[in-house]
């Protein structure tokens, strides 16, 4: 068993690192307080080769796989949020092409995203369809040899830039059908007639890339852009497992962000005759933050191994599960605690306390809330794929 990094990703690992102390760092406070998407990083993101980390160099990545990627986020996402979004949107809405797409589907859509030339979107959500997949209304109907989507996703990452999205849609013939072979995953180009953004939302953090609607009116699909089988639902939950490590390494970063910050204010903030940094109270703060990142890391790590490995179906969901949960409530308190660090100060915009503390809560939301994944957790305890005897 091996705790240390590979060669080639504590390279990776320090490129990152550097890249976002210099790059990221500096844009930060403006991302967020213009909201305006930044094409300068991912112009960086891209001339760097970050855009392709986790899509297989057959297809014009480099084949860093789920760890890779993991590492990278985690290292931008002690800075930016926004710019780590930017990163987990070159797997997000490409997964399910690469778990079940065809050759020629992994052909037309990988190599754009790794190049920088295409972005794509990940359509699930609906209003009434959030933790409850299965109540989306959209609807995919046979005609001739092309399928015809009709309805709303929303709470898309990246709607307005993507130039094309995996959108699930009800395949049934019974648009209330609850069964899990009733939904069917598509890609969908944003050129293509019918397909259109609405409403982009007003977010409490995250800005700068834009969350919204994405609307389809009888978009014609044809056959070949079906991915996996008809009635793939499970498609979209195998997209959704992979992913866990990747998100847990957005609420990695901004603990330890927000966690160093803090720490290096409490060195040199001065009161009652000694630093704040002196105080018994304030070091076992910063001890419990410490504990937990490394807990944090370590789940989350052995989860990108478990992904990069194929190992992301149910029997492995709780591992997957508690490194997202984990992670992600973790960043939320660690931005509480970072603020209280700082006392008055940190709730000004004068510091960066008050930007992690508004990004944080966005990630026990995403992609599965919180409640979601303690739901699968104990389901793999009570179906024993999660046991110690």
């Not at 057959?58 to 990163?87: P, Q, W």
Request: glycine letters at 12%; proline letters at 3%.
């Amino acid at each position: 068993m091996d705790f240390d990094l590979s060669d080639e990703l504590t390279a990776l690992q320090q490129s990152v690192r550097r890249l976002a102390q210099d790059k990221v760092k500096p844009r930060a406070r403006e991302i967020d307080e213009t909201g305006e998407y930044p094409e300068d990083l991912f112009g960086v993101f891209r001339d760097t080769g970050l855009l392709g980390l986790c899509i297989p160099e057959a297809y014009g990545g480099s084949g860093a796989g789920i760890l890779g990627l993991t590492v990278a986020i985690e290292e931008v996402a002690k800075y930016s949020n926004t710019a780590a979004l930017m990163l987990l949107l070159t797997r997000l809405p490409g997964g399910p092409i690469m778990i079940a797409g065809s050759e020629d589907q992994k052909q037309k859509y990988l190599p754009g995203v790794a190049a920088g030339t295409q972005r794509c979107g990940f359509g699930l959500s609906e209003p009434q369809a959030g933790s409850d997949v299965m109540g989306m209304r959209t609807r995919a109907v046979p005609d001739g040899g092309d399928w015809v989507l009709t309805g709303t996703k929303c709470w898309m990452s990246g709607v307005a830039q993507a130039d094309w999205y995996t959108v699930f849609a009800k395949t049934a013939d019974d648009p209330t059908s609850r069964a899990r072979d009733s939904i069917t995953c598509f890609v969908v180009e944003r050129a293509w007639a019918g397909v259109s953004v609405g409403n982009l939302d007003h977010k409490m953090g995250v800005r700068g890339v834009d969350t919204g609607e994405l609307l389809l009116d009888g978009v014609r699909v044809p056959a070949e852009n079906v991915v996996g089988e008809i009635g793939g639902f499970q498609l979209a939950m195998l997209g959704l497992n992979a992913m866990r490590p990747i998100v847990a390494a957005r609420g990695i970063g901004l603990a330890e962000g927000a966690l160093m910050y803090a720490t290096e204010y409490a060195e040199q903030r001065e009161m009652f005759g000694k630093t704040e940094a002196d105080m018994q109270g304030i070091q076992w703060e910063i001890a419990k933050l410490a504990v937990e990142i490394e807990a944090a890391r370590l789940l989350t790590y052995r989860a990108a191994s478990l992904v990069d490995e194929g190992k992301f179906t149910k029997e492995w969901v709780p591992y997957l599960s508690m490194a997202k949960y984990h992670a992600t409530e973790l960043a939320v308190r660690a931005s509480g605690v970072a603020l209280q660090l700082l006392g008055a100060a940190g709730y000004m915009k004068d510091h960066p306390t008050e930007l992690w503390y508004r990004d944080a809560k966005q990630l026990t939301i995403v992609e599965g809330t919180s409640q979601v994944q303690l739901g699968l957790i104990a389901r793999g305890v009570l179906d024993r794929d999660l046991w110690w005897d």
